[in-house]
């Protein structure tokens, strides 16, 4: 399973940057996400997310405090996190 590393700040320029290795990791087994350093998070990563979750095999995201919450406030919680969080 491939792991992908979310920076502490994932606004919108962090996405950018992680989205070609969104797009290579891509496959037949779940990608693992770890944003337990995730401290800041944007819609956009919210929305990057959602995809990869509903993308091929889908994806587990190991969410920060922080992370989460966001995640809640956009009501996107169960959506991202529930039946598949690490």
Do not use: H, K, W, Y
Not at 6 to 22: I, S, W
């Amino acid at each position: 399973m491939a792991t992908i590393q979310l920076p502490p700040r994932c606004d919108r320029a962090a996405v950018a940057a992680l989205l070609p290795e969104f797009r290579a990791a891509q496959g037949n087994e779940p990608l693992r996400i770890d944003g337990s350093a995730c401290q800041q998070a944007g819609q956009a990563l919210l929305q990057l997310l959602l995809s990869a979750r509903r993308t091929g095999a889908g994806a587990v995201i190991a969410a920060s405090g922080a992370l989460r919450e966001t995640a809640r406030m956009a009501g996107l919680e169960a959506a991202l996190l529930e039946g598949g969080e690490a």
